[in-house]
């Protein structure tokens, strides 16, 4: 029996416990550049022959990567994962976030789940790939900006399109516990500034209130989202079965005697593959525009309403008896499958790039975004095996 045998996934542990540490190293928040783990990563694969393509962003500070292992003229299948974590900052680590510490047979660092373990496992394996006589090629897809609103995979899957590039599936690494995922929701948000006219509050009704014309929008959102949560469209694989929408900023007001001439509301709608999240936005917008903005600019001709999108992407579903689905199942040995509520780059795989997409990952999404994020040894294990018993499908 050797190491290349899918029944013994948990002998690449030591090689992925080493590259989870170093990509954990890399402070990868979105707000600094990417480079130095793209440069790492890059060298990696290439001194183990694979092809790596760089897609830069516009300002020459982040890339995604194409890796390519094996036949290049037939499709094969993509692993994806985003390079990018979420800051550390307010938060109470015991560990240091960026130094990977390992407690019964725990990995503690930031990323860890979410989504670098992914990523060590496909790295600690492409030696094996490499190695394999494959007949169908296999890609590593590292992205950024995930975390702010799946930004670099966009350019990355362009580039595909650009190239003719048009895989039989991707597998997303999103933390799921090696559950299939074929369904999470979209979503769209925005802020919305309503400018209204500043006074002494002793003279408020000379004044455009701009907190109050807010309040009614924040009403509307309300409203709509009660009425979906009511009587809009289902899905019971969500643990969340509807379309959800909410008011989560508002900022407005300098001090208690003034009329406030300025107030900027955050919302979002996160939607089931039945509805639409930037319709549904689009609705209470309108509302505002109709309703809200003409009471307002009757009282002063400068009032009015900006809207700046913060967020948008869509959602995934795929059909369970997918053939990617199926395959999924076979790989990971299991027979149910799942959708989740949170957002991934698999529904603009699907959307943007034509490709069919499921999402399965080491690690729960329930320990990603807060201190001492960690990932499971054996997870990490489970993870190597589906991935050996892909390298061996794609060999057949």
Known sequence: ???????????????????????????TVSSASNLPLVDHVE????????????????TGRKAALWVTVGPTDRPG???????????????????????????????????????KGFVAVCLALLPEMAAAPLTRPLHL????????????????????????????????????GMAVVIGHKGKYGAKATFRGRACHSALAPTGVNAIEYAARFIDRVRLTVEGLARDGARDDLYDVPHTTGLTALVQGGTALNIVPDRCTVGFEFRAIAGDDP????????AYARDVLVPEMQAR??????????????????IAPDAPLV????????????????????????QSLGDIPSVVIGPGDIARAHKADEYVEAGELSDCAGFLRRLIAESCA
């Open 43 to 58: 060298a990696y694969c290439r001194r183990h022959g694979a092809t790596v393509e760089r897609v830069m962003d516009e």
């Open 141 to 176: 897809a590292i992205s950024y900006d995930e975390e702010i609103g799946c930004l670099g995979v966009r350019p990355l899957i362009a580039h595909l399109r650009a190239r003719g590039i048009a895989p039989l599936g991707c597998f997303v690494g999103e933390p799921t």
């Open 77 to 115: 299948y993509v692993l994806s994962g985003h390079s990018d974590v979420v800051p550390v900052e307010g938060q109470d680590w015991t560990h240091d976030p960026f130094r990977l510490t390992e407690i019964d047979g725990r990995l503690y660092g930031r990323g860890t789940s979410d989504m």
């Open 326 to 349: 199926t395959l999924a199942k076979r790989l990971a040995g299991r027979n149910g499958h799942a959708k989740v509520s949170y957002g991934t780059e698999a529904g603009l795989f």
């Open 278 to 285: 930037r319709g549904l936005a689009d609705t209470v917008l």
């Open 300 to 317: 002063d001709p400068a009032s009015g309403l900006t809207v700046e999108p913060v967020i948008d992407y869509p959602g995934l579903d």
């Open 1 to 27: 029996m050797t190491s290349s045998d899918p029944t013994v996934p948990d002998t690449a542990l030591p090689a992925i416990t080493d590259l989870l540490a170093t990509l954990v190293a890399f402070e």
